[in-house]
């Protein structure tokens, strides 16, 4: 599968909401970054340090369990691949359970793909964004 190809499938896989077949699409160790700056802050449930397959089904487990169903979007306006690396680029909406709030931020997705598996995933937002939507009024 193409660099393209396996980007094309996890994003197919984010939007079916399956985490254990999104998971299948990495390898077994991730060099995997969601928060910036690198310390987990503990407001977002799903920001947090993670390594490997089995934390990448957890992240979308716990971003699932986190927001309200069916109130989720995203919006991908590029895909750009070079060699092993691909960046995907789009904004994302959520509503947090917890608060009601709803939460779009722009994102750009860096991910890297050996032998057909994503091996790195490091995703650049607005965290900050993201954290305030869980704070209580």
Same mark, same amino acid.
């Given at each position: 599968?193409?660099?393209?190809?396996?980007?094309?499938?996890?994003? *197919?896989?984010?939007?079916?909401?399956?985490? &254990?077949?999104i998971?299948?699409l990495? +390898?077994?160790? $991730?060099?995997? =970054?969601?928060?910036?700056?690198?310390?987990?802050?503990?407001?977002?449930?799903?920001?947090?340090? *993670?390594?490997?397959?089995?934390?990448?089904? &957890?992240?979308?487990?716990t971003?699932? +369990?986190?927001? $309200?169903?069916? =109130?989720?979007?995203?919006?991908v306006?590029?895909?750009?691949?070079?060699?092993?690396?691909?960046?995907?680029?789009?904004?994302?909406?959520?509503?947090?359970?917890?608060?009601?709030?709803?939460?779009?931020?722009?994102?750009?997705?860096?991910?890297?793909?050996?032998?057909?598996?994503?091996?790195?995933?490091?995703?650049y937002?607005?965290?900050?964004?993201?954290?305030?939507?869980?704070?209580?009024?």
């Amino acid at each position: 599968m193409t660099i393209r190809a396996t980007v094309e499938e996890l994003l *197919r896989r984010i939007g079916e909401g399956d985490p &254990d077949k999104i998971a299948e699409l990495y +390898a077994e160790r $991730v060099d995997w =970054q969601v928060d910036w700056p690198a310390v987990p802050s503990g407001t977002v449930p799903w920001i947090r340090p *993670r390594s490997t397959r089995a934390d990448v089904a &957890d992240h979308h487990r716990t971003l699932s +369990a986190h927001c $309200v169903p069916g =109130q989720g979007s995203a919006t991908v306006t590029a895909v750009l691949t070079e060699g092993a690396d691909a960046v995907v680029m789009g904004e994302t909406s959520q509503t947090v359970k917890s608060t009601g709030k709803r939460f779009t931020i722009r994102f750009a997705l860096h991910l890297t793909v050996d032998d057909g598996l994503i091996t790195r995933h490091h995703v650049y937002e607005d965290s900050l964004g993201v954290a305030e939507a869980f704070a209580d009024s």
